[in-house]
């Protein structure tokens, strides 16, 4: 690993930036800052390994969830040793450990096969299985969701568009062309594998570091080496916050329906993404999807951390209200609220073709849904669609000095400063 992802490409472009907030030159700087409900990334990074480990091990109360890419014989020095000095720090999701396993068992003097075999072991395992059933049900959800993202190549309307385009044009057009041409390069490059496992690895992982810091509030850390677990970490967190700002936004619907003016929704989209005609187009300020945020709200950063010979560390400013959404989508078996009486509300309507003067509208709906195998949930079409979709964009976080009266202050000496007289 060596080059940026195509995952950085599309974060780093300032095309993909759909706002920006102005934060002062101090707090930007500060390495500890990341942006609320937006991403920090500082790209491809030369760490030195030994760097890496003394981070791992003066890290305190952080979970690290460990991919098994991590898991090499010629791991750096002292890694192990880092992840085990607090319990649970150590994290091990049931997938990963299914595969982890028969490489551990063919090396008996791994530190940490010979932590899981002690009476107190420090390393935490975690499981579906183990969760409530309502947190079982959204881990379904989404796990199934990016999933469908892995199977873009092999869908039959991209492989009969490769096939017709071959013909016409009497030379091989590639399934993988022609993805990347509707899905874009992302979607393209992770379908290239396939959906290789039973258990969903990958995916499974980034939920359950993204559910584990949303409902204990603890900082968790993806540790891998695979770009395909950034870039679906990358997707997660925007759905989520797709989500957290539809349920917000249905809130408020339900407490004031007169506050939004309706639309008939065109016929065409009746049959597809949502059924029935009971469905509404709702009319909503772009601004609406930035002051519906609460004003309060407990803060938790969840990263990723792809290593190898260059290190890239992407970090997501979560907040704990969003595990809120989790709840609902289990209760409800995948909808974004449960207060319209089994309708879905989806803030956003992209990639739907409306004309132009519908596209600040939300939609009120029933949606088509797909069975999960194994689930009492299942997924919205809409939002298979901006799965499979490179539509990401995400807030800016723009470096601003301080204003000319402070840094004069900042000048005067001491004794003659003013200070304020307000209480704090």
């Keep these: 690993m060596g080059k940026m992802s195509a995952t950085e490409h599309h974060f780093r472009s300032p095309k993909n930036r759909d706002y920006t907030i102005d934060v002062s030159g101090d707090e ?98 975690v499981g ?101 677990i950034e870039e679906q970490f990358y997707k997660f967190f925007w759905l989520l916050d797709t989500h957290y700002r539809s349920m917000l936004i249905a809130d408020l619907y339900s407490e004031c329906f007169s506050r939004f003016p309706l639309h008939v929704m065109p016929n065409e989209f009746n049959g597809y993404p949502f059924r029935g005609d009971c469905n509404s187009l709702v009319q909503r300020p772009e601004s609406l999807l930035h002051e519906v945020i609460p004003d309060r709200f407990r803060f938790v950063a969840v990263s990723c951390w792809r290593v190898g010979v260059k290190t890239s560390i992407l970090t997501f400013g979560a907040e704990r209200e969003m595990y809120r959404v989790l709840y609902v989508k289990g209760k409800t078996g995948g909808l974004n609220t449960d207060r319209l009486g089994g309708r879905n509300f989806h803030a956003y309507l992209a990639p739907m073709p409306l004309p132009m003067r519908l596209r600040g509208c939300a939609a009120v709906a029933h949606d088509i849904r797909h069975p999960i195998p194994g689930s009492t949930a299942s997924l919205a079409e809409l939002d298979i669609f901006q799965a499979l979709f490179s539509l990401e964009r995400h807030g800016h976080y723009r470096r601003v000095p301080k204003p000319i009266e402070e840094r004069v202050r900042l000048l005067l000496p001491a004794s003659s400063r003013l200070t304020s007289r307000r209480g704090d």
């Excluded at 937006?38 to 109360?61: F, N, R």
């Excluded at 890419?69 to 000095?85: K, Y």
């Excluded at 990016?146 to 057009?173: F, K, Y």
């Design 128 to 228: 579906m299985q183990t969760l409530a059933e309502h947190d079982r049900n959204a881990g379904a959800y989404y796990t199934a969701l990016l999933r469908a993202r892995r199977r873009v190549i092999n869908m039959p309307s991209v492989v009969e568009e490769a096939a017709r385009l071959s013909t016409e044009g009497g030379a091989s057009v590639t399934p993988y062309a022609v993805a990347q041409k509707e899905f874009g390069e992302r979607a393209a490059k992770l379908s290239r594998k396939g959906v290789n496992d039973k258990l969903g690895t990958d995916e499974a992982l980034v939920f359950q570091a993204a559910r584990h810091s949303l409902e204990t509030g603890q900082k968790a850390i993806i540790l891998t080496k695979d770009s395909d």
């Design 28 to 125: 930007f700087n500060a390495p500890t800052f990341v942006p609320r409900l937006s991403y920090k990334g500082g790209g491809l990074q030369s760490v030195p390994m030994e760097s890496l480990v003394d981070s791992i091990a003066q890290a305190s109360d952080v979970a690290f969830f460990c991919d098994n890419s991590v898991f090499e014989d010629d791991a750096p020095s002292g890694i192990w040793e880092a992840l085990l000095t607090e319990p649970g720090k150590l994290t091990i999701t049931v997938e990963v450990m299914a595969e982890l396993l028969p490489w551990l068992k063919v090396r008996p003097e791994h530190p940490v096969l010979k932590a899981m075999k002690m009476k107190d072991s420090p390393i935490k395992i």
